[in-house]
């Protein structure tokens, strides 16, 4: 069965410092994965995600993933944390092999203090 | 292409009235998955619809709640009776399938949501 565990429900950051938030998952396949980000009062936005090709992922407004399959993990993470990165972050594991039905975290909220 | 669109943004009903929610998927998308956000929690997957099927409904509660997606037109999830505990952010998603069989390219693109208060 596929699970996807964020082990954080809350990370406090400082401006211009780096931020990590972290994912396991568990998966009876090699998995799609992804990390969505929610703004209070709108939408998800899909940030990136890992589909067997390279291991390490870039996605939008700085952030990047490291698939690495021996520790089961998913970690999102930003060199330099921007005001504008405090939202609700999400990571997602797919619910089928075709990569059409996802299962996600409970979510990890990231407050960035000036 | 004006993305996945979800009327309303807001909706309050009485304990006991009916909700009816739409989505309307993104052009030339046919899978739909409706999703249900609960205070604290993360986001659960309840359906998953293609055109006049539902394909995966093991997230759906067994009662009250019902979801449609028809030849032409939105996606509808209704619930029926509603009560307090069924205050929630309800996203709907979309996506196409690219190729045959087995694809990891697919993305799903998600609506702003409604959500749904019971007084």
């Known amino acids: 069965a596929q699970s996807v565990t964020q082990l954080d429900s809350h990370v406090s950051v400082s401006e211009g410092t780096p931020v990590l938030l972290r994912c396991n998952y568990s998966?009876?396949?090699?998995?799609?994965l992804f990390w969505y980000v929610q703004h209070p009062n709108k939408g998800l936005q899909l940030l990136l995600k890992?589909?067997?090709?390279?291991?390490l992922v870039k996605g939008i407004n700085g952030f990047e993933a490291e698939f690495k399959k021996s520790e089961t993990s998913f970690h999102l993470t930003k060199p330099s944390a921007h005001m504008s990165d405090a939202a609700e972050y999400f990571c997602?594991?797919?619910?089928?092999?075709?990569?059409?039905?996802?299962?996600f975290g409970k979510g990890t909220t990231l407050s960035v203090s000036s | 292409n004006a993305g996945v669109m979800q009327n309303p943004r807001h909706l309050v009903r009485r304990r006991g009235q009916e909700a009816r929610l739409r989505c309307s998927p993104m052009?030339?998308?046919?899978?739909v998955y409706w999703y249900r956000q609960l205070p604290e929690e993360g986001l659960k997957f309840m359906v998953y619809?293609?055109?006049?099927?539902?394909?995966?409904e093991s997230g759906m509660p067994k009662e009250r709640f019902s979801a449609e997606f028809p030849k032409e037109g939105p996606s509808i999830l209704r619930i029926q009776q509603v009560v307090r505990g069924d205050s929630a952010a309800y996203f709907c998603?979309?996506?196409?399938?690219?190729?045959?069989?087995?694809?990891?390219?697919?993305?799903?693109?998600f609506g702003q949501g409604t959500r749904l208060t019971v007084v």
């Open positions: 998603a979309s996506s196409t399938i690219s190729g045959t069989g087995v694809s990891r390219n697919t993305e799903a693109f």
């Open positions: 997602v594991v797919s619910l089928n092999q075709a990569g059409t039905a996802l299962i």
């Open positions: 890992y589909t067997s090709a390279a291991t």
């Open positions: 619809l293609q055109k006049e099927n539902i394909i995966d």
């Open positions: 998966s009876s396949y090699s998995p799609s």
């Open positions: 052009k030339g998308h046919s899978h």
